[in-house]
């Protein structure tokens, strides 16, 4: 039997579950204290939340959120688009020899914004996303926890990586694929039958 | 079965229900007993003894009273643990019940533990107050002890100082201020299958805080402490920075201000002075100035009238030669007039024919106009009379009898009315009138002087008869007369048609006459002008040169007016002026600013030399002094300028030299400060550096403290990674660093190490430090981690994951130890960590067999409980298993019994299990 949960200790019970319950990310740069909080009675949280049928995760990188396996299509385009512009910010970035794992470092202002919808601008406009719209989608990105505005820039959170995972495993099953590719044309060496010479 | 030291046995007597319990610790246990049984409860006495703090005990849920009530229900309750020591041999450690709220004691006694020490000839166990005394005499000497006073011997922090007692120092720690910690894990190594992930992190933090710093670093204090002072001048700065044309005007009107009191200093004395001689030199000068003015005033009176008196002769010149001009003029018209006429005989002769002429003619006037005398009266007379009757007949003319006779008669009526009241009436022949003279007599003695007619009353009064009756001689007279009259009428008529043509003869005639007479005056005239024509001449010359005389006197006139006029003004302007300044003077006299404070004094105040001419003159004091007024009461104006925008600029933020001094040192320092403000910002610049490198300090600590944990937590993991756990190949702690926290505090620190090495110029040329994006964001997550957790300490910057990974499969790394494998691993990973930790803590050169407890045991097969029981030894512990059934890896198998409602563990009961291989050595 599971140790009650005494309501006393979690003083931040309801500023955590409106926080996510709309779908944001607690990261705990951005919000430390509540961050202290929820470390601090995180067993006690986990409990509670997943009583009233939450599953709350916790990275130890510094962010937790609810996870759901159902969202809404309008979700699902925010998260599409989320996941397109940071895709072409991790590629711009990564060209420019800056290392993906300080991504938290990074200044996001509208002149990298410019340069990165310069070099992606197919592929972003193919999902109709302007120069404009990726203002927007730093915006909605503040707005779920992703990143956090910083004196007119932006700054990218712990909680993108969860994107960065996602990112890895697309690679490693790219990798995977041509490595496929490679074992199967490996072992569909042309058999030396004496026939098939050249005429 | 070698003794080693360490504990020995566990005995409870009537504690925790247990009547009688005695349980080996000397090797691994299988403790067996149902569920509920009270396993848990006989290893938990032990906290009694080895962790004695009640606030680190734990018990689980049940309280603290029902706790101390369990385990000591009364004062023959006893804990009690043997223990064997190097230096001190056996020792029993003893905790007993004092009855009284269930308290309790500790006392310790050199000897082994034998349990019918304890006993009383009646079987019964001796009771806390005759304890020392029961002991004594079984030659046991009991000391007894406080318990913060059984902590600090058993847990070596001192010895023992009292005669013969027993050094029971226990845990011997490499470091005394471990035992705190020492004693937490201990508490844990009771229930380790309740060691979580988040003790095992803080129980190593505590394990190796020797490397970190001693308390959470207030990075927020610690910031604001270190730039307090650099805050503080950069705000002074910035308000100097802001306020600069505020401080250009200071500068601008405070030296002003300086040059005016110079000015005003050095001109004082000789305004002064003046002033003294300024009454005298007014009297004078008014007086001369009056005098003068008078002086030109009558000169130009006596040229005005000598002006005068020229226009008048000019006049009378012009007069003169213009009237001799007419003369001259008028004789020649008259010679002209008379060019056909030699002599004045001629027109005497004219005249005289010209007379003739009219005399005759007006003689044929006059007859034609004589008339009789009575002709004349009676004309007069008719005349009269005629007038009266046209007079009546005017005042009657709208309501006369005729009128109203015509109003109310017929015409023909009225026309007969008329001629019956006519004055032919009374002319009537007899045969055209009939008379009753009786009737009528009678009638007109009726009414006197009215007449009734029928229909008509006349009132006679007033009225004139228009008959009266004459002779016929008067009548044929009359009529001779008249006729006469008509005769003469009719030659009048015929004379007055001949009167107009007599007359007109006469007046031509008057006309002829009386031009000859003229033409007679003016040939004398011109006689007269010709007699006199050259004295004329002459006299006209004269005139002329007299008034060309005149005219040029006349025009210097002008010249000498003007300048007259001119020197006058200036004397009266003059006049004024020196009025003016009188007044001016006067008043300026009167409204001395500088004759109190502050001007009074303003010789001993800062100010400019002046170096300009300050000499007064008599002339300019006016001038010169109202300047000087000017100037006493701009300085007034200056102080309260300045003042005023001293405290704008305080306002603002320039608050450094408020107190410094007087306000015009305050000036020149806030004017000082704005000439160094390139100089300041450099300053400000180093001081940011420096407190940079001040506030990194104590990261560098709390950042070297990470690295020393990791370094440690490696160390660590060699220890635990000794022990194959079960399945696991890998199996370690990795302290998984909070990569934001610690980028924050190395961007500081290298800024620090930046700014130290000599590099900075050049990086910082760009930018301050306090405004370099980076570092103010490195900043705030520090501050804002440490506001959160009341500080930053090592333990923040990481978060502990246990690295598991079986045998031919890629590691994982698991926030939760639980979580990380199976049940018996966990386990096996828990006590290997839990062990380890103590171990750690431990000096190893006086290495003493403590106890470890593992409840749920079945859950382990026998392979891991063996290893489990091996890692234990290894660390120096006595493995206890707990569970309902007995364990044969174990080297004791001690069952719990219940008899009349106790639970009771004997020695007898005791199995030692011992495998073929060890029996057979």
């Known amino acids: ?199 | 079965m070698s003794i080693q030291h360490g504990f020995q046995r566990l005995v409870l007597l009537g504690s925790a229900g247990y009547q009688r319990a005695e349980l080996p610790l000397d090797d691994s246990v299988s403790l067996v007993a149902p569920n509920n049984a009270g396993k848990t409860s006989l290893i938990n006495a032990l906290q009694f003894l080895l962790i004695i703090n009640q606030k680190r005990m734990d018990f689980g849920a049940h309280e603290w009273d029902k706790t101390r009530r369990f385990y000591f229900p009364d004062n023959s309750a006893y804990i009690l643990l043997e223990v064997s020591l190097p230096e001190s041999g056996t020792l029993v450690l003893g905790c007993v019940g004092k009855g009284v709220g269930h308290e309790y004691e500790y006392f310790v006694y050199a000897g082994s533990l034998d349990v019918e020490d304890f006993r009383l000839e009646d079987g019964s166990l001796v009771a806390q107050p005759q304890l020392s005394e029961h002991m004594a005499a079984r030659k046991r000497l009991v000391h007894t002890y406080s318990s913060s006073d059984f902590t600090d011997l058993l847990y070596g922090r001192r010895r023992s100082g009292r005669g013969h007692a027993p050094d029971f120092r226990v845990f011997r720690l490499e470091n005394a201020q471990d035992a705190e910690v020492y004693q937490k894990v201990l508490t844990r190594t009771l229930r380790l299958d309740r060691l979580t992930s988040g003790e095992v992190k803080n129980y190593l933090l505590q394990i190796f805080k020797r490397d970190q710093p001693d308390a959470g670093i207030n990075f927020k204090n610690e910031w604001e402490n270190a730039f307090k002072d650099v805050n503080l001048a950069r705000a002074y700065y910035q308000a100097a920075l802001n306020q600069q044309q505020t401080i250009d005007e200071l500068e601008q009107r405070q030296e002003e201000r300086l040059s005016l009191r110079g000015k005003v200093v050095a001109q004082r004395p000789g305004i002064d002075e003046v002033l003294q001689h300024w009454e005298n030199h007014y009297q004078t000068r008014h007086q001369a100035l009056t005098r003068q003015q008078s002086e030109l005033e009558q000169t130009l009176g006596e040229l005005q009238n000598h002006h005068g008196e020229l226009r008048v002769q000019r006049e009378k010149l012009s007069g003169q030669i213009e009237a001799l001009a007419q003369q001259g003029r008028r004789q020649a018209e008259l010679e002209q007039h008379f060019a056909l006429i030699n002599a004045r005989g001629e027109l005497e002769q004219r005249w005289e024919e010209a007379r003739r002429a009219r005399d005759e003619q007006l003689t044929l006037v006059n007859n034609l106009n004589g008339r009789e005398l009575a002709t004349i009266d009676r004309d007069i007379a008719d005349n009269h009379r005629q007038q009266k009757d046209i007079q009546r007949e005017l005042a009657t003319l709208h309501d006369n009898l005729y009128q109203a006779l015509a109003a109310v008669l017929e015409p023909a009526q009225l026309e007969r009315l008329n001629r019956a009241l006519s004055e032919q009436v009374m002319t009537l022949p007899s045969q055209r009138f009939e008379l009753d003279k009786q009737s009528l007599r009678e009638w007109l003695e009726q009414g006197d002087e009215r007449l009734d007619l029928p229909g008509l009353i006349l009132e006679l009064n007033e009225l004139e008869g228009v008959f009266s009756q004459r002779s016929e001689q008067e009548l044929r007279q009359r009529l001779t007369e008249l006729e006469q009259q008509a005769q003469r009428l009719a030659d009048q008529r015929e004379a007055g048609q001949a009167m107009a043509r007599t007359k007109q003869d006469l007046e031509s005639r008057e006309k002829a006459l009386k031009a000859i007479e003229r033409d007679l005056e003016v040939w004398d005239e011109m006689a007269r002008l010709q007699a006199g024509a050259s004295e004329r001449e002459q006299a006209l010359t004269e005139a002329r040169q007299a008034q060309e005389r005149t005219e040029k006197e006349l025009s210097g006139f002008q010249q000498r007016f003007q300048g007259l006029n001119r020197e006058i003004a200036e004397t009266a302007e003059a006049v004024r002026e020196l009025e003016r300044q009188y007044e001016q003077i006067d008043r300026l006299r009167h409204q001395r600013p500088d004759q109190r404070e502050p001007l009074l004094s303003l010789a001993e105040q800062s100010h400019h030399s002046w170096l300009a001419e300050s000499a007064v003159t008599l002339e300019s004091l006016a001038e010169v002094f109202e300047r000087y007024q000017q100037d006493c009461r701009r300085i007034l104006e200056l102080d309260r300028l300045i003042h005023q925008t001293l405290v704008e600029l305080r306002s603002g933020g320039l608050t450094k030299h408020q107190n410094c001094g007087s306000e015009e040192e305050e000036v020149g320092r806030i004017v000082d400060f704005r000439h160094q403000l390139s100089k300041e910002a450099e300053s400000l610049e180093r001081m940011a550096r420096s407190a940079v490198v001040t506030v990194t300090s104590s990261l560098r600590d709390l950042h070297g403290g990470l690295l020393s944990f990791e370094k440690r937590i490696s160390e660590f993991n060699r220890l635990i990674g000794r022990r194959q756990l079960s399945d696991l190949e890998t199996f370690r702690i990795s302290p998984k660093r909070q990569l934001g926290l610690v980028w924050a505090i190395e961007k500081l620190v290298d800024t620090a190490e930046t700014v130290s090495s000599g590099e900075s110029f050049e990086i910082f040329s760009q930018g301050s430090v306090l405004d370099d994006q980076d570092l103010d964001w490195a900043r705030r997550i520090l501050v804002e981690e440490g506001d959160a957790r009341s500080g930053l300490r090592v333990g923040d910057l990481f978060q502990l994951q246990f690295v598991v990974g079986k045998k031919g499969a890629e590691p994982e790394s698991f926030d939760d130890i639980d979580s990380a494998a199976s049940n018996g691993t966990v386990l096996m990973a828990k006590l290997v960590t839990g062990l380890a930790m103590l171990y750690q803590m431990q000096d190893q050169r006086h290495g003493v067999r403590a106890v470890c407890y593992l409840d749920e045991a079945l859950a382990l097969d026998a392979d891991n409980q063996r290893s489990l029981i091996d890692a234990a030894s290894e660390f120096g512990f006595s493995l206890i298993f707990a569970s309902p059934a007995p364990l044969t890896t174990a080297r004791y198998c001690v069952p719990i019994q219940e008899r009349d409602g106790f639970n009771h563990i004997s020695r007898r009961s005791w199995q030692i299990l011992e495998s073929l291989e060890e029996a057979a050595e």
């Open chain 1, 1 to 199: 039997m599971s140790e009650p949960v005494d309501l006393e200790k979690l003083p931040r019970l309801s500023e955590l579950f409106r926080f996510f319950s709309a779908g944001k990310h607690l990261n705990r740069v951005s919000e430390p204290v509540l961050w202290a909080e929820l470390e601090a009675q995180q067993s006690a949280y986990e409990a509670l939340f997943s009583a009233l049928g939450y599953e709350l995760r916790v990275d130890a990188r510094g962010f937790a959120w609810f996870q759901t396996q159902e969202s809404s299509s309008a979700v699902n385009r925010v998260t599409r688009h989320l996941a397109l512009l940071f895709m072409t910010l991790f590629d711009y970035q990564a060209d420019a020899g800056l290392p993906l794992v300080q991504f938290e470092q990074w200044v996001i202002d509208h002149r990298l914004l410019d340069t990165v919808h310069e070099h992606h601008q197919e592929v972003l406009e193919a999902e109709e996303l302007d120069r404009h719209a990726l203002t927007g989608i730093m915006e909605r990105a503040v707005n779920y926890g992703f990143a956090m505005n910083d004196n007119g820039a932006w700054r990218l959170l712990p909680a993108v990586h969860r994107y960065v995972e996602h990112f890895e495993e697309l690679a490693a099953q790219v990798d995977s694929s041509e490595d496929w590719l490679l074992d199967t044309t490996q072992t569909q060496e042309p058999t030396d039958a004496g026939e098939g010479t050249e005429s």
